[in-house]
């Protein structure tokens, strides 16, 4: 093994590394980086363990909450509210009984920078989300319509199953164990996937030329546009 190969195996695949399936020797992102780096990669893919299994948790803690108790969540939050406030209020007050400083809290502040680059962001992906719905009414991309068809009637019949708590507790989970498995199993994923892919492409290209291209004019964009 060279440095290099030493030096990706060391930092955990961090790194991103050349993608032996590229052609050109394409530079290809790993999971950490395509999760977006930092602290919230780390614990999306268990670097961080004891957080990982903190937020698996809580988030089992808060379904068991909000899917079992029956509660509502403006109740569920006041309560929660109302102990913390309660429970801070006692411990001030046994702290000057006993003439001991009580613990400080830390001060919660948001910066002008923090606000505005959230603004920033969530401008930028509104604006991508408008622009996407955008194409799909005006049928620019037949793939995408059918994609988003496809998930919309899925989230339509899982919804019939489970409530939108139980489904956020589920897409938790997945955050926090579908990233992780991939990183682990990545190439053997990678096969898989570039078969299924193969094969859809294949299937969609006969819909394309049988379906598709036989359309009316008027439902088809013009390539060169």
């Not at 910066?111 to 049928?139: C, P, Q």
């Not at 489970?162 to 938790?172: F, K, R, V």
Request: charged share 20%; hydrophobic share 50%; net charge positive.
């Amino acid at each position: 093994m060279d440095a290099a190969g030493r030096a990706e195996a060391a930092n955990g695949g961090i790194e991103g590394a050349a993608d032996p399936c590229s052609s050109g020797g394409g530079y290809r992102l790993s999971v950490h980086q395509i999760s977006g780096g930092g602290k919230a990669a780390d614990i999306i893919l268990w670097r961080r363990g004891r957080v990982t299994f903190g937020v698996i948790f809580g988030a089992t803690v808060a379904w068991l909450l909000f899917e079992k108790s029956g509660l509502s969540f403006l109740t569920i939050c006041c309560d929660v509210l109302l102990i913390l406030i309660v429970v801070q209020f006692i411990r001030v007050k046994i702290a000057g009984l006993l003439n001991k400083q009580p613990r400080p809290l830390p001060e919660l502040v948001l910066s002008e920078e923090m606000v505005s680059n959230a603004a920033a962001s969530f401008r930028v992906k509104v604006n991508n989300m408008l622009m996407i719905a955008h194409d799909i009414t005006l049928g620019k991309d037949f793939r995408l319509f059918f994609q988003v068809v496809l998930v919309l009637w899925l989230l339509s019949v899982i919804g019939n199953f489970c409530s939108s708590i139980t489904l956020a507790y589920i897409g938790t989970i997945a955050l926090v164990t579908i990233p992780a498995l991939y990183n682990k199993y990545q190439r053997h994923v990678d096969r898989y996937a570039g078969m299924v892919h193969r094969n859809i492409s294949r299937h969609y290209r006969i819909v394309d030329e049988n379906v598709i291209s036989r359309l009316p004019r008027s439902f088809i964009i013009d390539k060169d546009e």
